[in-house]
T-cell receptor
Framework: EAGVAQSPRYKIIEKRQSVAFWCNPI?????LYWYQQILGQGPKLLIQ????????DSQLPKDRFSAERLKGVDSTLKIQPAKLEDSAVYLC????????????FGSGTQLSVL | GNSVTQMEGPVTLSEEAFLTINCTYT??????LFWYVQYPGEGLQLLLK?????DKGSNKGFEATYRKETTSFHLEKGSVQVSDSAVYFC?????????????FGGGTRVLVKP
């Protein structure tokens, strides 16, 4: 079974630039999550989708972050404009349904904002 | 609000040693508790979970018991192997949390030497 795929693996940008991350969840998983993991901290949920609808985006900085899952499968997370404090690993995860407590995580995209 | 506190690492120990990673939580009501593990270069994986007081989760020789009286969920393994070297995250999910929102601790890096 293929796991959660994310790209790119690494990204280096300058502050005020924009960046986008892509995620392909496990086939058949209705729920998709984006987490932000700052160095030395645990992952923090940014947004959760159920199919193509948003379940929880309470911790997403909506002035600069946006995410979509238009067809209920792949998802993109965008930051525009980036700030230094956005340097982190961005993790995508998926689960079969919104109440399923077993999440499968991708390897993440490591973002460095200079 | 909900929070998880776990011991800071790194924890360095020899093969066949006993491992304990402390985890305490703050939450109202009765959250579900989890341990996730992140092996080098891989995504986070669910290691074990417990959903109510006095439940014991176990997997791959690891165990953790849900202690409501001490609000703890310490992870233990009697005899570690080099392959157990990883970062371990304690997490909780509040029953009233929107969707499947997990609150993670900061992670504990474990290094097992041969």
């Amino acid at each position: 079974e293929a796991g959660v795929a994310q790209s790119p693996r690494y990204k280096i940008i300058e502050k005020r630039q924009s960046v986008a991350f892509w995620c392909n969840p496990i086939s058949g998983h209705a729920t998709l999550y984006w987490y932000q993991q700052i160095l030395g901290q645990g992952p923090k949920l940014l947004i959760q989708f159920q199919n193509n609808g948003v379940v929880d985006d309470s911790q997403l900085p909506k002035d600069r972050f946006s995410a979509e899952r238009l067809k209920g499968v792949d998802s993109t997370l965008k930051i525009q404009p980036a700030k230094l404090e956005d340097s982190a690993v961005y993790l995508c995860a998926s689960s079969l349904w919104t109440g399923d407590e077993k999440l499968f995580f991708g390897s993440g995209t490591q973002l460095s904002v200079l | 609000g909900n929070s998880v506190t776990q011991m800071e690492g790194p924890v360095t120990l020899s093969e066949e040693a006993f491992l304990t990673i402390n985890c305490t939580y703050t939450a109202t009501g009765y959250p579900s508790l989890f341990w996730y593990v992140q092996y080098p270069g891989e995504g986070l994986q669910l290691l074990l979970k417990a959903t109510k007081a006095d439940d014991k989760g176990s997997n791959k020789g690891f165990e953790a018991t849900y202690r409501k009286e001490t609000t703890s969920f310490h992870l233990e393994k009697g005899s570690v192997q080099v392959s157990d070297s990883a970062v371990y995250f304690c997490a909780l999910k509040h029953i009233k949390a929107a969707g499947n929102k997990l609150t993670f601790g900061g992670g504990t890096r474990v290094l097992v030497k041969p």
